[in-house]
């Protein structure tokens, strides 16, 4: 195995970054992210990339002494290569149960801001490794294609692009490389723990080394399913760019017909990809429930809610809506000149310190009926579905409705603050308006969902 990794390998492994104008290195210490380091280093110069674009970023979870003192000595080194470097550090209570999947969750939030902070891409040194471990890890819980495909080179997190060039790399071989060049690195006793579900595979796949089934094969077949989970995403945002609508409401129609003849790995990825759209939530459900949502649909259920998402089958449509009352975002204060992100859905900004007065929350019943005696004065500009509108943006003053953005123009009513709502992307991208329409899901007193 060569201990040296070519120049034309780097070049090749780093290209998913290339076009990133700023990367966030994750760097722990450990051999895998060292390498990660290293290699940057090299990518740098070949690519005539200025240091300063590159910043590495280590987390300190806080859950062993030498925390910190590996901190400093990522920091030594990334400092000698010409690279910025930040700790970021997990602070607050610790779970008692589910330690690593919690610290996970924290490192990721943590890394991810700081590459939004830095406009910048997040690297992580995942390898050929990592990918057979997620893998045999998958198979242990059942995963279809999207799960066994395991890791793919880039993805997207928390709104950041998240790449990892090493995946082709063995931590073997790059292990060696370090040692080759006599560059330091420390190890994670975690990584030895037996408690945790990731060493006990890493155990059993020795076993399983043994029987001809090797790391590379697995990290193979992971490849070569990511090629299939890749054709049928592609499937599902073809179809979701011809049928998928969304009103300035936030609330969204799919053709009934066009998704009954969807092939059920088609419709799943649909159904994935709009709940959270819609929902306003980071992920989608787990696939156990879209699988039960899909079969209720295909029987003739004509009411479901999953994943903060409300989806009503009727008039030959699937109508989906943000569920009222089941998860109310936090209260927000505006700043002048300043977007907000609403619940995931709606950008809400407004254009001077006066209109700033007050919160904003959802419009509700409260909000929808304050609104509706105000109406005959209101030009609407968008159309106005009960169902739809008791989740958009309101601004509240001392428990008044002083403003719904998502529902009116204000410019006629010099009492309205200038508050402004639109759909915050990728919503944004489906966004049309949809016919009128009678349902009579739509609650009490509302017979029909356009005034």
């Known amino acids: 195995m060569p201990t040296v990794i070519s120049d ?26 060292m390498a990660l380091m290293h290699l940057a280093r090299r990518w740098a110069t ?15 979870h806080g859950l062993r002494p030498e925390s910190v003192e590996e901190a400093t000595f990522v920091r030594t080194h990334a ?13 607050g209570e610790k779970p008692a149960t589910g330690l690593q999947a919690a610290a996970r969750r924290a490192r990721y939030a943590l890394l991810t801001a700081q590459a939004r902070v830095n406009g910048a891409s997040l690297v992580t040194a995942h390898t050929r490794d990592d990918q057979a471990e997620t893998l045999v890890m998958r198979l242990a819980r059942g995963s279809g294609v999207d799960g066994l495909a395991a890791i793919a080179p880039v993805s997207m997190r928390d709104g950041v692009r998240l790449a990892r060039p090493l995946l082709d790399f063995s931590k073997t071989r790059l292990t060696a490389c ?3 060049r006599s560059v330091p690195f420390v190890r994670d006793p975690s990584n030895e723990n037996t408690a945790f579900e990731r060493v006990r595979l890493r155990i059993a796949m020795r076993a399983l080394a043994n029987a001809g089934v090797s790391k590379a094969a697995l990290a193979l077949s992971a490849a070569r399913l990511g090629r299939s989970r890749a054709a049928l995403d592609e499937a599902a945002e073809r179809f979701l760019d011809g049928f998928f609508r969304v009103s300035p409401l936030a609330h969204g129609e799919i053709d009934r017909e066009a998704f009954d003849a969807l092939p059920d790995d088609i419709a799943l990825r649909v159904l994935a990809r709009v709940l959270p759209l819609i929902g306003g939530r980071a992920d989608p459900p787990r696939m156990m429930r879209l699988e039960r949502l899909l079969e209720g649909l295909r029987t ?9 998402s409300l989806l009503i089958a009727a008039a030959g449509r699937l109508s989906f809506y943000r569920e009222p009352g089941r998860t109310k975002p936090a209260p927000v204060s505006l700043e002048p000149r300043a977007a907000v992100l609403w619940d995931r859905r709606f950008l809400v900004s407004v254009p001077n310190a006066a209109a700033c007065d007050g919160q904003v929350r959802p419009l509700g019943e409260p909000g929808w009926t304050a609104w509706r005696r105000e109406r005959k004065e209101l030009r609407l500009s968008a159309e106005v579905n009960r169902l739809a509108a008791l989740t958009t943006p309101a601004l509240w003053r001392e428990g008044r409705l002083v403003a719904a953005p998502v529902l009116s123009v204000e410019d006629r009513l010099p009492w309205v603050p200038p508050v402004k709502a639109t759909l915050a992307a990728p919503l944004a991208r489906f966004l049309t308006r949809l016919p009128n329409t009678t349902s009579s899901a739509l609650g009490k007193d509302t017979p029909i969902p356009y005034l």
């Open 46 to 60: 070949l690519a005539n990339r200025q240091a300063d674009t590159i910043t590495v970023a280590t987390v300190d």
């Open 300 to 308: 003739g259920q004509s009411e479901a809610t999953l994943g903060g």
């Open 178 to 180: 370090l040692r080759a």
């Open 8 to 33: 034309s390998e780097i070049l090749k492994a780093f290209a998913l970054v290339e076009a990133s104008p700023a990367l966030v290195l994750a760097v722990s210490g450990g051999p895998d992210s």
């Open 79 to 91: 400092r000698a290569l010409g690279f910025e470097h930040v700790t970021l550090v997990w602070s």
